[in-house]
């Protein structure tokens, strides 16, 4: 069975294995950027379910769509706290 640890005790162990990095400063203008992708993925995701019958495999391509917005908008909001983390890709 796991060993479940604490945030801070998290916290410390991603950063010591080099998954959680703290950045100096702020990027708004990379911020500005994923959150426009962001935008779009969304936008593309409600037009493509608009129309899509229930029992569609499309669905599955919905889901990622937002699943990316998702990912998108955590990762403009670690990018505030100047945090980077490891696990997201670079946008």
């Known amino acids: 069975m796991p060993e479940y ?5 998290a916290f410390g162990k991603c950063k ?3 998954k959680i990095i703290i950045t100096e400063q702020v990027d708004e203008e990379k ?3 994923t959150l426009a ?3 779009g993925d969304v ?3 409600n037009i493509l379910r608009k129309n899509l019958p229930k029992n569609s ?3 599955n391509s ?5 699943y990316d917005a998702l990912h998108e908008l955590v990762e403009s909001f670690l ?3 100047k945090v980077k983390c490891q696990n997201f890709p670079s946008v």
């Open 62 to 66: 919905v889901y990622k769509l937002y």
């Open 31 to 33: 911020i500005k950027a």
């Open 79 to 81: 990018q505030f706290e």
């Open 37 to 39: 992708i962001a935008d």
């Open 16 to 18: 010591r294995e080099g």
């Open 57 to 59: 495999n499309q669905w």
């Open 43 to 45: 936008e593309s995701a």
């Open 5 to 9: 640890l604490t945030r801070k005790e």
